[in-house]
């Protein structure tokens, strides 16, 4: 069973940095997935933030390009997601989540696993 333990959401003035991190256990080398980040904001649809394959292919959403960056280590399943600039309507609740690829499911692919979310809260 794969798991998603995330952690690093708070509270930060706008133009300030955080850093979410996501643990990822019960993986194994057959697996062909993607490790991510979804968001949810109040009142909005949940969205896609970014995303790292295996092999390193990437995926950002045009909101957060140039000020997030994904990386991931593989030797212990980690994925970080480095968070610049913040605004206030990057307000939202992070979600870590493992996907498989699925065409049919862009950008990121079909998400079989959710993280309990953390939040991160953007002040003006």
């Known amino acids: 069973e794969v798991q998603l333990v995330e952690s690093g959401g708070g509270l930060v003035q706008a133009g300030g940095s955080l850093r979410l991190s996501c643990a990822a256990s019960?993986?194994?080398?057959?697996?062909?997935?993607?490790i991510g980040w979804f968001r949810q904001a109040p009142g909005k649809e949940r969205e896609a933030v970014s995303c790292?394959?295996?092999?390193?292919?990437?995926y950002s959403a045009d909101s957060v390009k140039g000020r997030f960056t994904i990386s991931r280590v593989n030797a212990n399943n980690t994925v970080y997601l480095q968070m610049k600039n913040l605004k206030p309507e990057d307000t939202a609740v992070y979600y870590c989540?493992?996907?498989?690829?699925?065409?049919?499911?862009?950008?990121?692919?079909?998400?079989?696993?959710w993280g309990q979310g953390t939040l991160v809260t953007v002040s003006s």
């Open positions: 790292i394959s295996e092999s390193g292919n990437l």
């Open positions: 989540v493992q996907t498989v690829p699925d065409l049919a499911s862009p950008p990121c692919g079909y998400v079989e696993v």
């Open positions: 019960g993986l194994t080398s057959d697996d062909d997935y993607a």
